[in-house]
């Protein structure tokens, strides 16, 4: 089912060298972080792909940033912008944000301008929303952003857990005034109390987890496809 995402993106760039890559056409693409990435065949776009019996395609990459500055490493799918591949899809879901938090010059710190570089306090301006309106005009696709979960208190990014609510809470502003995107949090089936749901590094999901989230994506993306039809 599932491309592997750091050789299609290098192999996208490679073809660029030579001319313009070939857009996709397809059913679902997701792109996103490791919380996407995690757990090999059962991560959370398999268990979409599984749940609707619909073609996934996932580019997604442990790590990613939603914009990382660097060229090479955001053309192997470091970059979640860059991850899209163009072309028509009927549904992009996509998260991202807590590594630019993380791993950026904020540090899980004081990331405020972080923030509203990603999305600004108006919650229609910033990074976040003209991706996702360029993405929307360029393919025709329903969108979902993917929120992400409570951690347990044990893992990373615990410092980054104000900003990343802030953030989100834009996100879900910008994703109820405009038609075409929805906010689905994780953190509605992840119980951050429940051990089982956590990887052993207490941050990515389990099995169960990804397969909790893949679920109540699925359950999303098929609601609201028989609404329109």
Not at 151 to 160: I, L, P, R, T
Not at 192 to 201: E, I, Q
Request: glycine share 12%.
């Amino acid at each position: 089912m599932r491309i592997f995402a750091i050789i299609g993106c290098l192999l996208a760039f490679l073809a660029g060298c030579a001319g313009q890559a070939p857009k996709e056409r397809g059913d679902i693409l997701v792109l996103g972080d490791s919380i996407m990435a995690w757990n090999g065949s059962n991560a959370i776009p398999d268990v979409i792909e599984r749940t609707l019996n619909r073609q996934v395609i996932s580019r997604a990459v442990s790590g990613a940033q939603f914009d990382n500055a660097s060229r090479l490493a955001g053309a192997v799918g470091f970059d979640i912008q860059r991850q899209y591949p163009g072309g028509s899809w009927n549904w992009i879901v996509l998260d991202g944000g807590a590594n630019d938090l993380g791993f950026g010059d904020c540090g899980c710190g004081n990331c405020t301008a972080a923030v509203d570089r990603l999305i600004a306090a108006d919650a229609a301006s910033g990074l976040i929303p003209s991706f996702i309106t360029r993405m929307r005009a360029e393919s025709g696709a329903q969108v979902i952003w993917m929120g992400y979960y409570a951690g347990n208190g044990k893992g990373s990014f615990k410092g980054c857990r104000d900003d990343l609510v802030r953030m989100e809470a834009r996100i879900a502003r910008f994703a109820a005034a405009t038609p075409g995107v929805q906010f689905i949090d994780s953190e509605d089936v992840i119980d951050p109390a429940d051990p089982t749901v956590f990887a052993s590094d207490n941050t990515h999901p389990s099995v169960k987890g990804s397969a909790l989230i893949g679920t109540y994506l699925a359950q999303a993306i098929a609601k609201r496809s028989q609404s329109a039809d």
